[in-house]
């Protein structure tokens, strides 16, 4: 089989470090993919390393074997170009058609998806000129990444960091596995929840469940690569931030509660794939439970904590709102599904099994979808991707 042809621009920003990793997992992954730095990026990383890295030629320029047009082949033959980091200076002259040099030329001539991955001190970013290219650039359906949040060069802390390379390499592979998707959630804001809430116990021990979070994070990445803006309220999960994503780390369901409500008046859809715990311990012990020799433990009383979905969906914070929840169940999954659908209120309900070792922690799921207007979706065992995409499927054209 033909392998997928990436171009991986890259221009000049100390970030241009990190870009070798994206290249290896590219290549490792099975792509062909054809280094185009521009000379500024070459101050910070050599020619040699991406040829050694690629196995391809790398040139900057469009003067280098001139018999080929590589300045019009590289970008016809791709199948994916991504500028991974790209500078302020790199958005300026991609939203105005600039062709400077082989990555700008190559920007111009490609038909196929292009992705770009900013990586900029925040003031940059945040200044008018560059925010009016992205706009731009989005409006074109080119997919430009939202910069990380974190440290910077030197002492500096904002948004502008460039974004993990794995989850870089994650989004691309959405992009190469739908490119002739159309980006139907572009100028939407969602909202969606991961992992498992804990409550605590005393200062060492809480309650919890197996949720990973690999399913909410699946779904904050489907949804940014169809051109969502994505708040991810985040419970306990060991994951690294999607590409393009707002983090916001909870850990128990009162403050999962606390960060959904707040975010919600701004969404135009919430997904609720978190697993949230139903009770917390009605006390707190300031100090660790001891053990006592010879004696049973004290019983532990529970409380019931809020249902969060349901409150989601009975207190719609906008007109439209599409809210989906998840139910994840051990026995009699469709009828436990279907009375829960009525109990929440919500939109749509992903029903699946799951288990000690089925669903939570794996890569892949099976499950159904159930719509309040008696729809019924089923979703295949397959990559959680799938499951994430079918969600945005129903969503989207509930969202109109």
């Given at each position: 089989m033909t392998k997928p042809k990436v171009v991986l621009g890259v221009?000049?920003?100390?970030?241009?470090?990190?870009?070798?990793?994206l290249l290896r997992r590219l290549t490792e992954s099975?792509?062909?993919?054809?280094?185009?730095?521009?000379?500024?990026?070459l101050h910070f990383v050599g020619a040699a390393?991406?040829?050694?890295?690629?196995?391809q030629p790398v040139s900057t320029e469009v003067w280098e074997s001139v018999h080929e047009v590589p300045h019009v082949r590289l970008g016809q033959e791709a199948d994916l170009v991504v500028v991974a980091p790209a500078t302020t200076d790199l958005l300026a002259k991609a939203a105005h058609g600039l062709a400077d040099d082989l990555l700008t030329n190559t920007l111009l001539t490609a038909r196929c998806p292009v992705v770009l991955a900013p990586a900029m001190h925040t003031e940059m970013w945040e200044h008018a000129a560059t925010q009016e290219n992205v706009a731009t650039l989005r409006r074109r359906g080119v997919h430009v990444i939202e910069p990380a949040s974190g440290r910077l060069t030197g002492a500096d802390t904002g948004k502008g960091r460039f974004p993990d390379p794995a989850e870089i390499f994650a989004y691309c592979r959405q992009v190469l596995a739908r490119p002739d998707a159309p980006r139907d959630l572009g100028g939407r804001h969602v909202l969606v929840s991961a992992g498992g809430t804990r409550e605590a116990l005393d200062p060492v021990r809480?309650?919890?469940?197996?949720?990973?979070?690999k399913q909410g994070y699946a779904l904050a990445r489907a949804a940014a690569a169809r051109g969502a803006r994505v708040t991810l309220v985040a419970a306990n999960t060991a994951l690294a931030a999607p590409a393009g994503v707002d983090v916001v780390p909870v850990s128990s369901t009162a403050e999962l509660r606390?960060?959904?409500l707040a975010a919600a008046p701004e969404a135009d859809a919430v997904v609720m794939a978190a697993a949230v715990a139903d009770f917390r311990p009605a006390t707190y012990a300031p100090g660790k439970i001891k053990k006592k020799d010879g004696a049973e433990p004290e019983p532990l009383a529970l409380v019931r904590n809020p249902d969060?979905?349901?409150?989601?969906?009975?207190?719609r914070a906008r007109a439209g709102q599409v809210v989906v929840g998840f139910a994840a169940e051990t026995d009699d999954v469709l009828a436990h599904g279907r009375a829960k659908l009525a109990r929440k209120g919500c939109d749509l309900l992903v029903v699946n099994e799951v288990g000690e070792t089925k669903t939570f922690g794996a890569e892949s799921s099976e499950a159904v979808?159930?719509?309040?207007?008696?729809s019924e979706t089923p979703v295949p065992y397959g990559p959680k991707e799938g499951l994430a995409h079918t969600v945005w499927d129903l969503v989207?054209?509930?969202?109109g």
């Amino acid at each position: 089989m033909t392998k997928p042809k990436v171009v991986l621009g890259v221009s000049g920003g100390i970030a241009a470090y990190k870009a070798c990793e994206l290249l290896r997992r590219l290549t490792e992954s099975g792509h062909e993919v054809r280094v185009v730095p521009t000379e500024a990026a070459l101050h910070f990383v050599g020619a040699a390393t991406w040829a050694a890295l690629s196995g391809q030629p790398v040139s900057t320029e469009v003067w280098e074997s001139v018999h080929e047009v590589p300045h019009v082949r590289l970008g016809q033959e791709a199948d994916l170009v991504v500028v991974a980091p790209a500078t302020t200076d790199l958005l300026a002259k991609a939203a105005h058609g600039l062709a400077d040099d082989l990555l700008t030329n190559t920007l111009l001539t490609a038909r196929c998806p292009v992705v770009l991955a900013p990586a900029m001190h925040t003031e940059m970013w945040e200044h008018a000129a560059t925010q009016e290219n992205v706009a731009t650039l989005r409006r074109r359906g080119v997919h430009v990444i939202e910069p990380a949040s974190g440290r910077l060069t030197g002492a500096d802390t904002g948004k502008g960091r460039f974004p993990d390379p794995a989850e870089i390499f994650a989004y691309c592979r959405q992009v190469l596995a739908r490119p002739d998707a159309p980006r139907d959630l572009g100028g939407r804001h969602v909202l969606v929840s991961a992992g498992g809430t804990r409550e605590a116990l005393d200062p060492v021990r809480f309650l919890g469940n197996r949720s990973s979070g690999k399913q909410g994070y699946a779904l904050a990445r489907a949804a940014a690569a169809r051109g969502a803006r994505v708040t991810l309220v985040a419970a306990n999960t060991a994951l690294a931030a999607p590409a393009g994503v707002d983090v916001v780390p909870v850990s128990s369901t009162a403050e999962l509660r606390e960060a959904l409500l707040a975010a919600a008046p701004e969404a135009d859809a919430v997904v609720m794939a978190a697993a949230v715990a139903d009770f917390r311990p009605a006390t707190y012990a300031p100090g660790k439970i001891k053990k006592k020799d010879g004696a049973e433990p004290e019983p532990l009383a529970l409380v019931r904590n809020p249902d969060i979905l349901a409150e989601l969906s009975a207190h719609r914070a906008r007109a439209g709102q599409v809210v989906v929840g998840f139910a994840a169940e051990t026995d009699d999954v469709l009828a436990h599904g279907r009375a829960k659908l009525a109990r929440k209120g919500c939109d749509l309900l992903v029903v699946n099994e799951v288990g000690e070792t089925k669903t939570f922690g794996a890569e892949s799921s099976e499950a159904v979808v159930l719509g309040a207007d008696g729809s019924e979706t089923p979703v295949p065992y397959g990559p959680k991707e799938g499951l994430a995409h079918t969600v945005w499927d129903l969503v989207a054209a509930r969202l109109g």
